[in-house]
């Protein structure tokens, strides 16, 4: 099956900092979604972007399909996008493969 | 936000006796899914609904079977419960190929 994977594993920022996430996937896929985890467990998803590139506020995401990787941009870090980032593709019908996240946390 | 809401939110029970988890949606979502998530794993998906009566296993469907009777509740039954299946488990709603919306989750302890 199709492996995603995700660095860093970690990142620990100082508020005010900008950060850039990468999701990396072994095959061709139609369908990727950024999701955000806060420290309470609640899930939100943030983008789907199969390909190219979209914005909401200070958070983009850039997919570039072609090369399997995708960008997930955090500008101006707050103490409230601490959590773990998570990328998922699609394999086959209805089914997504997570990676393994990106924990985040913005220090004040 | 999605109407979306699980029972129990936690839960201890003993290794052999069988658990059922809900997941209860308000938005007249026609998929439904189950994931579990354990450290290391990310999340993976155990079992989704594309309609009523209709179900399809996922990555990690071992142990586990499904209901819809509704298009509002899709439970996750775990026949006879092992520590392996110690996690949290969500619940979601919505196509893979739109956006997907998670439920608030299910802490699971099995001893």
């Known amino acids: 099956g199709i492996q995603v994977e995700q660095s860093p594993p970690d990142l620990i920022l100082q508020e005010g900092a900008n950060s850039t996430l990468r999701c990396n996937f072994s095959d061709s896929v139609n369908n990727l979604q950024w999701f955000h985890q806060n420290p309470w467990g609640q899930l939100i998803n943030l983008f789907y972007i199969p390909s190219g590139t979209k914005q909401n506020g200070r958070l983009s995401a850039t997919t570039v399909a072609t090369e399997r990787y995708s960008l997930l941009y955090i500008s101006s870090s707050q103490t409230t996008d601490s959590g773990v980032y998570f990328c998922?593709?699609?394999?086959?019908?209805?089914?997504?493969?997570f990676g393994q996240g990106t924990r985040l946390t913005i220090n004040p | 936000d999605a109407g979306i809401t699980q029972s129990p939110r936690h839960k201890v029970t003993e290794t052999g006796t069988p658990v059922t988890l809900r997941c209860h949606q308000t938005?007249?979502?026609?998929?439904m899914y189950w994931y579990r998530q354990d450290p290391g794993h990310g999340l993976r998906l155990i079992h989704y609904?594309?309609?009523?009566?209709?179900?399809d296993k996922g990555e990690v469907s071992d142990g586990y079977s499904v209901s819809r009777s509704k298009t509002e509740d899709f439970l996750l039954t775990l026949e006879s419960a092992t520590s392996s299946q110690t996690s949290v488990y969500f619940c979601?709603?919505?196509?893979?190929?739109?956006?997907?919306?998670f439920g608030p989750g299910t802490r699971l302890l099995v001893l």
């Open positions: 979601a709603i919505g196509r893979v190929q739109e956006t997907q919306y």
């Open positions: 938005e007249n979502h026609r998929y």
């Open positions: 998922a593709v699609e394999q086959g019908a209805q089914k997504l493969v």
């Open positions: 609904s594309y309609g009523v009566k209709d179900t």
